[in-house]
């Protein structure tokens, strides 16, 4: 339908920018994190709320529902990026089929990294800039040491139970039904989720 090619399109070019910002502050350990939240809300999170919104449109959702199936998906998406931006230091890398450290190492300023350069002790927070201005892992298991002492780790998983909680609320108008719990379902499971 022409609505769904509309949300998809829109999406598509969203998308894309927000993969561009994020090229633009490969390191740059400056980034602030509303910066940081317009990269993952267009590269990330756009991506499952067109998603959710398209499926609420081919269901034939009314307006309100279809509202609120967007925002859900916009909410699920920002929770999955700041998880994932959270196993990047925490995470196994047979569980993540990644390695550890890869946006460190790419020279990308994630949420985790951000707090910590506000919070963590000044030689630590250099460490931090160093490692992002260059790119790589030699610094990595000093900055997982920081990342989760200056509580770093707890911050940005508590920012994505917020999107969580967003999430839920945005579905709250849909009927009690099964496919409500299983949305419900899906938005814990991107902040429980170990890979």
Known sequence: S????????????????????QLMNVKN???????????????T????????HSGALIAQASETQAEALRLYGHHVGMAFQLVDDVLDYVGDAKELGKNVGDDLAEGKPTLPLIYAMQHAQPEQIQLIRQAIRKGGTEELPQIIEIVQ????INYTNDVAREHVAKAKQAIAILDDTPAKQALAGLADLAVERTH
Do not use: N, R, W
């Open 2 to 21: 022409l609505p769904v090619m509309k949300i998809l399109s829109h999406a598509t070019c969203v998308i894309a920018e927000g993969e561009v910002l």
């Open 29 to 43: 350990p400056d980034v602030s994190e509303a910066k940081y939240m317009d990269v993952i809300q267009g590269k």
């Open 45 to 52: 999170a756009m991506l499952f709320e067109a998603s959710s």
């Open 149 to 152: 002492q200056c509580g770093a």
